[in-house]
């Protein structure tokens, strides 16, 4: 680890705590993988008898989820964040990532049986009316401990554009508008604040407003791509552990002091 880094982290960003794993002799690639584990231990010391989880989906939270190690003494339930995504990688999915922490945790798993995004913001808040979806999301919302991962807007990456979502100039328009990245599906803006443009009204699943009420969210991100993304995750004011490489902390950093520098 890097307590110095950490620190500052802490003190930029005002978080709770920053877990910043030192580079290894490990290839690259396995970054993320070893950055997920470093969140697992957190989180294995973090939990405890009777508390209630909620996970996102994706890459990040996978690693996570993946490394935590089966025998957890106690029950810990687990709720579906977001809606799901139809994924090439359905184990990336959260309604499986659900299952396999509530599995690990000796707990229950609550579904959030809905798709992540529908066609409009009227088909939205008719979904979320209805009984069961408003049940899973207020399980959600009363969760002690939250996983998060933090997506860009990259048309390569992006699993909106992977799954049909939106498409690579829907992407630049958001960008253009202002648009960085995105938690549990909500997109948000270089200064942390949600996007405005109609696509979080499509969202079936946790707010920004949401993970803030929450009093312990945790957000797991890697790679120079993510840097600007992780800059907007981070004003939010929803995370409260950062879990990262070196690499991406130093740039992360030095980002942040150029933009106060230009304000």
């Given at each position: 680890r890097a307590p110095e880094i950490e620190a500052r982290l802490c003190a930029v960003f005002g978080l709770r705590e920053a877990l910043v794993l030192r580079p290894g002799s490990s290839d690259r690639s396995h970054a993320l993988a070893r950055v997920g584990q470093l969140g697992a231990?957190?989180?294995?010391?973090?939990?405890?008898?009777?508390?209630?989880?909620t996970v996102c989906l994706g890459r990040s939270t996978y690693e996570v989820i993946h490394a935590v190690r089966p025998g957890f003494q106690g029950h810990v339930n687990v709720v579906q964040a977001v809606g799901s995504l139809a994924l090439a990688t359905p184990e990336l999915d959260s309604a499986s990532l659900t299952r396999e922490l509530a599995a690990k945790l000796g707990g229950t798993a609550h579904y959030l049986s809905a798709p992540m995004v529908v066609d409009s913001a009227g088909a939205a808040e008719v979904l979320r009316s209805q009984r069961d979806i408003q049940r899973a999301l207020e399980l959600a919302r009363q969760a002690d401990v939250a996983l998060v991962g933090v997506g860009n807007l990259d048309p390569a990456t992006s699993e909106f554009c992977k799954a049909g979502y939106l498409c690579a100039d829907d992407l630049e328009a958001i960008r253009t508008s202002g648009g960085v990245g995105d938690m549990s599906a909500q997109i948000f803006t270089a200064d942390g604040l949600p996007y405005i443009g109609g696509f979080n009204e499509r969202v079936?699943?946790?707010?920004l407003e949401d993970l803030r009420a929450i009093s312990t969210v945790m957000s797991i991100a890697i790679g120079e791509s993510k840097v600007q993304s992780i800059l907007g995750a981070l004003r939010t004011g929803v995370v409260d552990i950062f879990c990262t490489d070196l690499d991406t902390a130093t740039a992360v950093l030095m980002e942040a002091a150029a933009y106060t520098r230009v304000r």
């Amino acid at each position: 680890r890097a307590p110095e880094i950490e620190a500052r982290l802490c003190a930029v960003f005002g978080l709770r705590e920053a877990l910043v794993l030192r580079p290894g002799s490990s290839d690259r690639s396995h970054a993320l993988a070893r950055v997920g584990q470093l969140g697992a231990r957190f989180l294995e010391q973090t939990l405890r008898d009777g508390m209630t989880m909620t996970v996102c989906l994706g890459r990040s939270t996978y690693e996570v989820i993946h490394a935590v190690r089966p025998g957890f003494q106690g029950h810990v339930n687990v709720v579906q964040a977001v809606g799901s995504l139809a994924l090439a990688t359905p184990e990336l999915d959260s309604a499986s990532l659900t299952r396999e922490l509530a599995a690990k945790l000796g707990g229950t798993a609550h579904y959030l049986s809905a798709p992540m995004v529908v066609d409009s913001a009227g088909a939205a808040e008719v979904l979320r009316s209805q009984r069961d979806i408003q049940r899973a999301l207020e399980l959600a919302r009363q969760a002690d401990v939250a996983l998060v991962g933090v997506g860009n807007l990259d048309p390569a990456t992006s699993e909106f554009c992977k799954a049909g979502y939106l498409c690579a100039d829907d992407l630049e328009a958001i960008r253009t508008s202002g648009g960085v990245g995105d938690m549990s599906a909500q997109i948000f803006t270089a200064d942390g604040l949600p996007y405005i443009g109609g696509f979080n009204e499509r969202v079936i699943g946790l707010r920004l407003e949401d993970l803030r009420a929450i009093s312990t969210v945790m957000s797991i991100a890697i790679g120079e791509s993510k840097v600007q993304s992780i800059l907007g995750a981070l004003r939010t004011g929803v995370v409260d552990i950062f879990c990262t490489d070196l690499d991406t902390a130093t740039a992360v950093l030095m980002e942040a002091a150029a933009y106060t520098r230009v304000r």
